[in-house]
Each structure stands twice: as C-alpha cells, then as structure tokens.
C-alpha cells in the first residue's frame, strides 16, 4: 500500500450512500481500510447496504438522517464525532431529481430538490466544518454533476443546485483553508445508475449519449458510459495525502463531455 494514496484508518461519512454513487464511495473506502459511516432516510434499505458493502474485517456503520433537515444534520456530526472521536473526510453525496419542463415545477417539488442537494449539502458541510476547524485538518468532497459545467433541459432546479454546489465548494475553500480543511468537488458525467437506467434504454438518447462523449472503453459493457464506480478512484485521491495541496477544485470524471460542443459534422 502506498501511504501516499491510502485512506487506512479514515473516518468517513457519506451522505446519500444507499444506493448508486454514495454507496460505490463508500465500499470503495471500507475495502480500502476506512471506517466508513453511510446515512440516508430509510433505516432498512441502509443497514442492508452496509451488509452487503462491507468487506471482511471492515466497519460499515449505518445512521439514519434526512439531508434536508439541518438540526437532524448537526446531530449527525455530532453523533460521528462522538463515536469516532473525528471526522477525516465527508463525502457530500445526498441528492435527488426530477424531470420536467420549467414552468410545470411546483413549490413543492422545487423544495424537495434544493432542500436535499444544495441546502443539505451545505448544512452537512458546515455541520462536519465545524468539527475539522477544530481539529484543524479534514477533507470535504461534493458530489456535483456535469449540470453544474452546462445545463441539461428539464432539470432545471437540479442543475441549479449543482452550479450552487459549484460555487459552494470554492467559497468553503476560500474559508477553511486556513484550518487545513480542504473542499472539493467530483461531477460525474452520463453515468448508469438504478435511477437513469431507464434513460439510458431510450435508443435516441443513448445514441447522443456515446455521440457527445469521447473517451471509449472497450473492456465496458456500454459504449462511452460512466459508472459509479468511477467515482471512487478519484474521490480516494482527494481524501489521501495525495491531493494535499488541491482544494476548490471541481473534478469532471464524464470521460470528456464537457471537452466541448460535438456538432454533427462529417471530415
């Protein structure tokens, strides 16, 4: 194991970790050798994913919490630091969406996105931010998106919040550098989840996919196509001694999406 990129001994918390990319992130960091601590809303989907993620000898230790409450948050903290003693890295994965033309999104459903994916991010955030200013050490990382780069259509709020989290991660960083405290952020791309499998079935849309996506990988079932596991690597690197002089960065793992505009033009 090279020390430079090892997370042995973490204390990690991820948010949203129980299904999709907060639950790759966090069996990524559990097989590595941390001592992870995974949180969402529904107490048996939870304790299932930490059942089933957690490798021999590991800890996986599920707490319960609602991203869009703040006090529920704070306790949270709380409640990590006081089991564990510390938080070494938190990784800020709730969110949730909705697709629809802009002018059809009620008060409700607005609430229900950005309440969860920016207001709870930055409550999370500054809940565990307290905690690593005082150790003066932590690293913070954002789940954003390609959003955040260019909007898609129809999912206008959840781009919102996402070029919210952008701007976030950037001012956190700002602030707490001088604690030692580093914030970053990881944007996936078009990336095969439970939740955007349907998408992904669509033909038409499949085709833009692999059309507005460069990088190719053969050795991968589908062509040009992002997987939660592709978050792991990177988001290693920002908790480890590696990455540590990196802080308000956004790192777009979309396999070149956002290179730049692919026009349908034959050469």
Same mark, same amino acid.
């Given at each position: ?6 997370? +042995? ?5 991820? /948010?949203?970790?129980?299904?999709? =990319? ?5 069996? !990524? ?7 992870? $601590? ?11 994913? @930490? %059942? ?5 000898? !590991?800890?996986?230790?599920?707490? $319960? ?6 006090? +529920? *948050? ?7 630091? @006081? ?28 609430? &229900? ?19 690593? =200013? ?8 954002? =789940?954003?998106?390609?959003?955040? #780069? ?7 709020? &959840?781009?919102? /919040?996402?070029?919210?989290? /952008? ?5 956190? +960083?700002?602030?707490?550098?001088? &604690? ?11 990336? *095969? ?28 079932? #589908? %062509?040009?196509?992002? &997987?939660? %596991?592709?978050?792991?690597? $990177? ?6 001694? +590696? /990455?540590?002089? =990196? ?21």
């Amino acid at each position: 194991m090279d020390e430079l990129f090892s997370v +042995a001994g973490q204390v990690v918390l991820v /948010s949203g970790a129980s299904r999709g =990319i907060g639950r790759a992130i966090a069996q !990524g960091f559990a097989q590595r050798g941390a001592q992870v $601590v995974i949180t969402g809303r529904v107490a048996e989907t939870l304790k299932r994913t @930490a %059942e089933e993620i957690c490798p021999p000898g !590991g800890m996986v230790r599920p707490m $319960v919490c609602d991203a869009s409450d703040a006090k +529920a *948050l704070q306790r949270l903290a709380d409640a990590v630091v @006081a089991e564990f003693g510390r938080i070494d890295t938190l990784v800020n994965c709730a969110g949730v969406n909705k697709r629809m033309r802009v002018e059809d999104y009620d008060e409700a459903t607005y609430d &229900y996105i950005t309440n969860i994916n920016i207001r709870g991010a930055f409550f999370l955030a500054t809940a565990v931010g307290r905690h690593m =200013i005082r150790a003066r050490r932590g690293s913070i990382i954002n =789940i954003d998106s390609l959003n955040s #780069h260019r909007p898609l259509k129809h999912v206008a709020p &959840y781009a919102m /919040s996402k070029a919210a989290m /952008s701007s976030m991660t950037r001012s956190m +960083a700002m602030e707490w550098g001088p &604690y030692g405290v580093r914030v970053n952020a990881v944007a996936p791309g078009f990336t *095969l989840t439970d939740l955007t499998r349907p998408l992904w079935n669509d033909e038409n849309l499949d085709r833009w996919r692999r059309e507005n996506t460069p990088l190719r990988r053969p050795d991968m079932p #589908h %062509e040009g196509m992002g &997987y939660p %596991e592709d978050m792991v690597g $990177v988001s290693i690197f920002l908790a480890a001694k +590696a /990455s540590s002089f =990196i802080t308000g960065q956004v790192i777009y793992v979309d396999g070149g999406t956002t290179c730049g505009l692919f026009w349908p033009l034959a050469v």
